[in-house]
T-cell receptor, first 111, second 115 residues
Framework: EDQVTQSPEALRLQEGESSSLNCSYTVSGLRGLFWYRQDPGKGPEFLFTLYSAGEEKEKERLKATLTKKESFLHITAPKPEDSATYLCAVQAGSSASKIIFGSGTRLSIRP | NAGVMQNPRHLVRRRGQEARLRCSPMKGHSHVYWYRQLPEEGLKFMVYLQKENIIDESGMPKERFSAEFPKEGPSILRIQQVVRGDSAAYFC?????????????FGPGTRLTVT
């Protein structure tokens, strides 16, 4: 069965303390892996799409990487405004119904 | 360029009433997707539509739920005879092409509370 697991469920960091969020997936035929940021009471905001193992993408303090079994979202020197829930999703086929979201990692950055 | 718009943002319905949720995709986007998010859970796919066509409704409950995306106007997710278990955040997303090629852009969601 296709599955996406994110860890940890919650992460509290001090401002400037770098860390990584994990997204492990078990799918047949990965077509793409997506990272989103979601603030309380709002819709997910698109961050990155990764298509193949070894691919990396960066945006400000965030860098996403992809292997054949997992993806990492690295956060370098985070600031309080980086506090949010980070969602990972994978597309396991050509149909939209094959987009599977993880339950997210709640990231909190203390000043 | 306005983003994906959803209304209402909050909706309260009594058990047995109907709920209508509206979604206007981003300009130039002809593909619309609906998701449901329960507290502490991930987003669950419900239905994928293009103008005047339902492409994939495999994630939508067979009864009480329906969706449409008419030629003119917003996409509508309709829930008839709501029950408490329908309480959730419902998100709409749009993309210019099939999602296998392009990322989705989400609206702010409609939070449905069934009392």
């Amino acid at each position: 069965e296709d599955q996406v697991t994110q860890s940890p469920e919650a992460l509290r960091l001090q401002e400037g303390e770098s860390s990584s969020l994990n997204c492990s997936y078990t799918v047949s035929g990965l077509r793409g892996l997506f990272w989103y940021r979601q603030d309380p009471g709002k819709g997910p905001e698109f961050l990155f799409t990764l298509y193949s193992a070894g691919e990396e993408k960066e945006k400000e303090r965030l860098k996403a990487t992809l292997t054949k079994k997992e993806s990492f979202l690295h956060i370098t020197a985070p600031k309080p405004e980086d506090s949010a829930t980070y969602l990972c999703a994978v597309q396991a086929g050509s149909s939209a119904s094959k987009i599977i979201f993880g339950s997210g990692t709640r990231l909190s950055i203390r000043p | 360029n306005a983003g994906v718009m959803q209304n209402p943002r909050h909706l309260v319905r009594r058990r047995g009433q109907e709920a209508r949720l509206r979604c206007s995709p981003m300009k130039g986007h002809s593909h619309v997707y609906w998701y449901r998010q329960l507290p502490e859970e991930g987003l669950k796919f419900m239905v994928y539509l293009q103008k005047e066509n339902i492409i994939d409704e495999s994630g939508m409950p067979k009864e009480r739920f329906s969706a449409e995306f008419p030629k003119e106007g917003p996409s509508i997710l309709r829930i008839q005879q709501v029950v408490r278990g329908d309480s959730a955040a419902y998100f709409c997303a749009s993309s210019p092409r099939q999602v296998s090629s392009y990322e989705q852009y989400f609206g702010p969601g409609t939070r449905l509370t069934v009392t």
